[in-house]
């Protein structure tokens, strides 16, 4: 079983900055996809940041030139560093985790940190 663990959210001001850290419970399996997802108050899920095995990283338009994803393969660990943030990123940020092959292979989520951004 593999457990993922979120933190680093909390309250911040409009045009502040927090860094998400997310961390998988083992690191003898080989995690190829890493995301964020989040989650505002009667939206649905959407996926905000993703990372490939290799470091290719993807950003929905919302976070372009503001947030950044970046992984730590050995320690099996992602990070979401938000800049500049807005009170419309506002939400419940969720990391996710994809191993693809293997007696692993299998999609899984962190419980959800909040995010509040105030004006």
């Known amino acids: 079983q593999v457990q993922v663990v979120e933190s680093g959210g909390g309250l911040v001001q409009a045009g502040g900055s927090l860094r998400l850290p997310c961390a998988a419970s083992?690191?003898?399996?080989?995690?190829?996809?890493l995301a964020w997802y989040r989650q505002a108050p009667g939206k649905q899920r959407e996926v905000v940041a993703t990372?490939?095995?290799?470091?290719?990283?993807n950003y929905t338009d919302s976070a372009k030139g503001r947030f950044t994803i970046s992984r730590d393969n050995a320690k099996h660990t992602v990070y979401l560093q938000m800049n500049s943030l807005k009170p419309e990123d506002t939400a419940v940020y969720y990391c996710?985790?994809?191993?693809?092959?293997?007696?692993?292979?299998?999609?899984?989520w962190g419980q959800g940190t909040q995010v509040t951004v105030s004006s």
């Open positions: 990372i490939s095995f290799g470091g290719i990283s």
């Open positions: 996710n985790l994809q191993a693809l092959f293997g007696k692993d292979s299998g999609d899984y």
């Open positions: 083992r690191r003898n399996f080989r995690i190829d996809v």
